[in-house]
């Protein structure tokens, strides 16, 4: 299967997009050697090749084929890299994933640039009030990041809090949406 790819250079560092036809099956961004705590122990892998990986086990047999960042759905991403943050609000997603998932993506889809949601909220809001951890996993395997925009989702005090890309690169896109969050915890004053 021929999947389209093009890396583009943002304010948050590279990001990976690959799509068929017009419609966005991944999106990866360079690795954080601090995620999780893992430390020295978790190794960077450019986002091309973690995307090849995840690419392959969802769709079997994958050729990438180099497209240029101008355009398909790169385009309109660079845009919301450039300040047009609704740029992206209508483009096609194919994130794969199991029903729960599915409802999780597209609650997540519904959170207009500039605002946020709490995994508590967001439990309540697909029908799981006791479910923030499940939707809070469900929120963190998003294959497509920045389009279904996981960042806009916080901890329950407000703060920031879990995000595959890491605490610094959430914070630039909730601030370049115009999101109001806490910006005081210990955990994320360290990264300051």
């Known amino acids: 299967m021929k ?3 093009a890396t583009l250079d943002t304010p948050v560092g590279p990001v ?17 050697k601090d995620r999780m705590g893992w430390g020295n122990r978790y190794r960077a892998v450019s986002p091309e090749k973690r995307m090849r990986a995840e690419l392959s086990a969802r769709f079997g047999d994958v050729e990438l084929e180099r497209a240029d960042a101008n355009r398909g759905p790169a385009k309109k991403l660079a845009r919301y890299f450039a ?11 194919d994130p794969g994933g199991t029903p729960f998932q599915a409802k999780v993506w597209r609650r997540l889809r519904g959170i207009p640039a500039g605002e946020t949601m709490t995994y508590g909220e967001l439990a309540v809001s697909v029908g799981h009030p006791d479910g ?3 939707a809070g996993g469900a929120v963190g395997s998003n294959p497509i990041p920045i389009v279904i925009p996981c960042h806009r989702v916080i ?4 703060t920031l809090n879990g995000f595959g890309g890491g605490l610094q690169r959430k914070r630039w896109l909730l601030r370049h949406e115009g999101a109001t969050f806490r910006d005081d915890s210990p955990k994320q004053l360290a990264l300051l």
């Open 16 to 32: 990976a997009v690959a799509w068929k036809s017009d419609t966005i099956v991944a999106i990866h961004m360079e690795e954080t």
């Open 83 to 93: 300040g047009a943050v609704r740029a992206i609000d209508d483009l096609p997603v």
């Open 132 to 134: 923030a951890r499940a």
């Open 3 to 5: 999947i389209r790819c």
């Open 155 to 158: 901890a329950a005090n407000r």
